[in-house]
């Protein structure tokens, strides 16, 4: 199992967009909108690392996401 937090900026106005859509994606647990820094974090599983990958990418690739940031759990 392949678990990563991903934080990710948007464009402004476009949190809540971002996280009902991507909420529907395979592999994504949990999603939440955040102040701070980064304007959400999502948690993705996978059955393996090239899954994980498959998963991040697609996120990734959303309009509306500016920049992101993985955290790959390791234990």
């Known amino acids: 199992m392949s ?11 476009k949190m ?7 909420r529907e994606f395979k592999g ?8 701070g820094v980064y304007d959400i974090i999502a948690t993705v599983k ?5 899954e994980l990958k498959a998963a991040i990418l697609k996120i990734r690739k959303n309009e509306y996401v500016s920049s ?3 955290l790959l ?3």
Do not use: C, H, R
């Open 3 to 13: 678990l990563a937090y991903l934080m990710m900026n948007t464009i402004p106005d």
């Open 28 to 35: 994504v647990e949990e999603v939440y909108m955040l102040y």
């Open 73 to 75: 759990v390791v234990s």
């Open 46 to 50: 996978a059955g393996n690392i090239e």
């Open 68 to 70: 992101t940031l993985t």
């Open 16 to 22: 809540e967009i971002v996280v009902k859509e991507i």
